[in-house]
């Protein structure tokens, strides 16, 4: 345990990461120079995190996920086995394009399937649900439900991940009770107090 944090003697850390207390860095994985990483985060075998890469609290990073320079994650984000992020639109081995890299943040308690494939420029709204090898190439609202390649809205979902079905423009969870209500004009959804 180092400062409050756990490192596997297999990874590495570079010099000049922020790292909060509880978080685990488990086997074979590389936390490179500039990170910030939240409190209570789990990061899991063989992941690379590159430089200047952002994660909030309670960040669940599963096995080999390679989370490239301009993205950021905010609290509560799962991302799921294998998935993969871009920061280039166009790369070529021979062409150094960094200073072209393109944002893109995974907002609160979003979470993305395994093998799934975040293209740079475009975000994942909050709560949403990108589903196992989807390729996203477009932003997806909250509680969106997408899936396929390209990915496109199946559906939505709660806070807690389960679908809800609408009826008149307002849907509540089977699962937790949460009540939602869809915007007829840009079909948003909000949630109800």
């Given at each position: 345990?180092?400062?409050?944090?756990?490192?596997?003697?297999?990874?590495?850390?570079?010099?000049g990461?922020?790292?909060g207390e509880?978080?685990?860095i488990?086997?074979?994985?590389?936390?490179?120079?500039?990170?910030?990483?939240?409190?209570?985060?789990?990061?899991?075998?063989?992941?690379?995190?590159?430089?200047?890469?952002?994660?909030?609290?309670?960040?669940?990073?599963?096995?080999?996920?390679?989370?490239?320079?301009?993205?950021?994650?905010?609290?509560g984000?799962?991302?799921?086995?294998?998935?993969?992020?871009?920061?280039?639109?166009?790369?070529?081995?021979?062409?150094?394009?960094?200073?072209?890299?393109?944002?893109t943040?995974?907002?609160?308690?979003?979470?993305v399937?395994?093998?799934?494939?975040?293209?740079?420029?475009?975000?994942?709204?909050?709560?949403?649900?990108?589903g196992?090898?989807?390729?996203?190439?477009?932003?997806?609202?909250?509680?969106?439900?997408?899936?396929?390649?390209?990915?496109?809205?199946?559906?939505?979902?709660?806070?807690?991940?389960?679908?809800?079905?609408?009826?008149?423009?307002?849907?509540?969870?089977?699962?937790?009770?949460?009540?939602?209500e869809?915007?007829?004009?840009?079909?948003?959804i909000k949630?109800?107090?």
């Amino acid at each position: 345990m180092k400062s409050g944090y756990f490192v596997h003697e297999s990874s590495y850390v570079d010099e000049g990461c922020e790292i909060g207390e509880g978080t685990k860095i488990w086997h074979f994985s590389h936390i490179m120079k500039g990170c910030k990483i939240g409190k209570r985060c789990n990061i899991g075998q063989n992941v690379v995190i590159s430089p200047g890469v952002e994660l909030g609290e309670g960040v669940k990073i599963q096995n080999n996920v390679s989370v490239y320079t301009g993205v950021v994650c905010e609290d509560g984000v799962f991302l799921g086995p294998s998935c993969v992020f871009t920061n280039v639109i166009n790369p070529r081995a021979f062409i150094e394009r960094k200073s072209e890299y393109r944002k893109t943040v995974v907002k609160k308690g979003a979470s993305v399937g395994a093998n799934a494939t975040i293209v740079c420029g475009h975000d994942v709204g909050r709560y949403a649900l990108v589903g196992a090898g989807a390729v996203v190439t477009k932003d997806v609202p909250d509680y969106a439900m997408v899936y396929g390649c390209p990915a496109e809205i199946r559906g939505y979902v709660c806070q807690c991940g389960e679908q809800l079905k609408f009826s008149d423009l307002r849907a509540v969870c089977p699962a937790c009770g949460k009540a939602y209500e869809m915007d007829e004009k840009d079909y948003t959804i909000k949630e109800l107090d």
